[in-house]
């Protein structure tokens, strides 16, 4: 079993509307959860941590479910330069990444 | 500020040639890592180093090999080329194991005819 997996898209939205991701982790141990960023054909970016507490960022918000083992990323009214991949990361000692959201916000 | 610069950018490799990929981080960072991210794949981690002198071996470290003599630096050798080495590569580096300031290099594209 994979430890962190995630729903490949690709997730066709147009823009202006919310879209929200899911990342499950395997190991309940898991000690830091963030989301990143990759633009095609370019390297990943730290998007934005996430707290049990949930985190916000303007139109970015993560949430981290424990109990459930999920992490979350929620985008509000998408704007065309959201189309990225969006790649989960769960911190147990190493790093371990899932294999990425592809996001597509059509005009 | 710089960041992770890697060199080179792009290559294309006979089957069978060797070459060095290299990694420098100018953020006084411990810890460096090597990726290799394909199609559908995701970042699989190839090697990585939590400190100057050190290496580790990651998720698929086979015909590669690593070295971190200066700690700005972590080096990734392929001795003997395969097709299934064609990938694109990925350096990191971070200030912890807990990922503070973890940064990737922009990547080198690397083709194995």
């Known amino acids: 079993r994979k430890e962190v997996e995630q729903d490949p898209g690709p997730f066709n939205v147009p823009e202006g509307a919310t879209v929200a991701f899911n990342c499950t982790y395997s190991n309940s141990a898991s000690q830091s959860f963030f989301w990143y960023r990759q633009d095609c054909r370019k390297e990943p970016k730290l998007l934005m941590s996430v707290y049990s507490s949930g985190n916000e960022d303007g139109r970015f918000t993560a949430q981290l479910n424990r109990a459930s083992q999920y992490i979350s990323l929620l985008i509000r009214d998408s704007k065309l330069s959201d189309s990225a991949t969006y790649l989960c990361v769960v911190i147990l000692n190493k790093f371990y990444f899932g294999s990425g959201t592809k996001l597509n916000v059509k005009p | 500020n710089a960041g992770v610069t890697q060199t080179p950018k792009f290559r294309v490799l006979k089957t069978g040639q060797s070459m060095t990929l290299l990694c420098a981080q100018d953020?006084?960072?411990?810890?460096m890592y090597w990726y290799r991210q394909d199609p559908g794949m995701g970042l699989r981690l190839i090697h990585y180093s939590v400190g100057e002198g050190t290496t580790a071996k990651g998720e698929v470290p086979d015909g590669y090999n690593v070295s971190r003599l200066k700690k700005q630096n972590f080096l990734l050798g392929l001795e003997s080329a395969a097709p299934s080495q064609t990938s694109v590569y990925f350096c990191a580096s971070s200030y912890s194991s807990l990922g503070d300031g973890y940064t990737f290099g922009s990547g080198t594209r690397l083709t194995v005819v």
């Open positions: 953020m006084n960072h411990e810890y």
